[in-house]
Nanobody, 119 residues
Framework: VESVESGGGLLQAGGSLRLSCVAS????????MGWYRQAPGKQRELVAEKNKDGRVEYADSVAGRFTISRDNAKNTVSLQRDRLKAGDTDVYFC??????????????WGQGTQVTVSS
């Protein structure tokens, strides 16, 4: 099983960017899919996640600007990011949480995608 992200890049403050991720492999179910961010030397922190029942959680810093969407049938999750700020600059990681496979239940992380917002 692997999670693959796409959509990072460089853009100006005020712009929009969409991150996408697909989890592939022998997957029975995924409890949560979401996005985390990590700055150099800091811990990874939640940006947004959505569980399979539809419950959504956002970090306070992005509420109202970012929108997470998920397709349970396709095992994909996307993050629409609007009104970007320089403070949104970070490496963003896709997370698939509590993934049930033929080998048990575990979490999977994407490789990370750099997003840089210039002011």
């Amino acid at each position: 099983v692997e999670s693959v992200e796409s959509g990072g890049g460089l853009l100006q403050a005020g712009g929009s960017l969409r991150l996408s991720c697909v989890a592939s492999g022998s997957i029975f179910s995924i409890r949560t899919m979401g996005w985390y961010r990590q700055a150099p030397g800091k811990q990874r922190e939640l940006v947004a996640e959505k569980n399979k029942d539809g419950r959504v959680e956002y970090a306070d810093s992005v509420a109202g600007r970012f929108t997470i969407s998920r397709d349970n049938a396709k095992n994909t999750v996307s993050l629409q990011r609007d009104r970007l700020k320089a403070g949104d600059t970070d490496v963003y990681f896709c997370n698939a949480g509590r993934v049930a496979t033929t080998e048990g239940v575990t979490d999977f992380w994407g490789q990370g995608t750099q997003v840089t917002v210039s002011s």
